[in-house]
């Protein structure tokens, strides 16, 4: 049900809307929204859907200029719009909520008297008598950051689950989907961005965008859609794991789809362990070859490498115990500074650590150490040792006396 951002509103007050109902709402106030901002979307709904619980809205460009330059028009303009009642408003790019009354009878001029007085019905709430009956529609508007954002929030939202489908299909093949785009799942290590434009992210899934964009009659034919892209594969697909998301038993058209992969599943097609790595690679290879982005990932992936070779190899703590510095990290810091301006830098200490080993970077700190002129710890005079010099002294100078 529509209502659950509005907890000063018993739940009963926002009825599920039959399809009638919404469509007549979505009329209404679309235009209304469409007059504030200059980029107005209601992603398309999935098919075959019995009811609503709320109207979803997202929006892009305030028609006026905002105070402070704010992505969003003023909350109460919006709010007075909708004629809404109540609202749970969001700055900067988020969603805001609005509860938008029913007027009495309203469903009754769409062929749903019974349905409305049912709803009315139990909108009442003992001791309450200011509210008894009355009903609201759940309005959200989101509002999207950037142009890019309102694209990929309109086609990852739209009909129904079928954005989840497509990010747990995904996560099958080594990648991560979501409206921030298309990614390589590459833990420990940040996921590697490869697009953003899901006309082409689904070019390189083989799955047609003009099918998309005419709709889809039933659900049925969106899993049929779906199943078109050569990463689906039943024999292999898995729901949870490291990396899955967990999901609401409530997606109901999710669940369905999974049962519609488990269906088709053979189990003596399933890969090994290694086998499923081995085409988890061949995934990422495909998709860094399709975006242009090989160079790209393997230079991070070589600098990655080299940051984490000088910490196990060039660290404070192993050139301390080389150099024998104890507590001493003022002179460790010159020592390792020493070494990379000889060296010409990280790169160079890498590569001397690849000619001579461990062994002649060692040498190459003592060598700092001695030309800075910076004592190892055992070489250091001890307190009795300063102590007893101090009193020579004082001898020396009384005898001259």
Known sequence: MGGNAFHSLHGRAFPRMPPPVYASLKTRLLPRIQDLYENVTVPFEAPEKADYGDLDFLV????????????????DQVKAALGAEHCVV???????????PVPKGEWASLGLPEEEARCRREAVVEGRDEID???????????????????????????????????LIARN??????????KIYDAPNPSFQLSNDFDDIMSFWGLSMDAWRAGFP??????????????????????????????KPERRMYA????????RADPTLA????????????RRGEALDHFGLTGTFNTLARERDERARLKVYFSGGRVRDWASMGEHWKGVKLIMDEVRAECGGDSGVLELLDLQGVDGLRL?????????????VDKLPSASDILSESMSRLRVTGDDE
């Open 271 to 282: 890969l090994s362990p290694t086998e499923t790595l081995a085409r988890v690679m061949q």
């Open 364 to 376: 190459k700190v003592l060598q700092a150490r001695d030309r800075l002129g910076l004592l190892p």
């Open 218 to 247: 039933s659900k049925s034919a969106i899993f049929d859609w779906v199943a078109q892209t050569r990463f689906f594969d039943p024999n292999n697909f898995k729901t949870r794991g490291e990396g899955f998301t967990k999901v």
């Open 173 to 182: 093949n080594g990648y991560l989907l979501s409206p921030k785009g298309f």
């Open 256 to 263: 369905e789809f999974v049962e519609y992969a488990q269906s």
């Open 133 to 167: 009956g009355e009903l609201f529609y759940q309005v959200d508007v989101h509002v999207c950051a950037d142009l890019g954002e309102w694209k990929n929030f309109a086609f990852f939202h739209a009909y129904g689950d079928l954005g989840m489908i497509l990010g």
């Open 60 to 75: 892009f460009g305030p028609k006026l200029p905002t105070e402070n330059g704010e992505p969003h028009v003023p909350h």
């Open 90 to 100: 969001m700055d900067g790019p988020r969603t805001s909520n609005y509860a938008v």
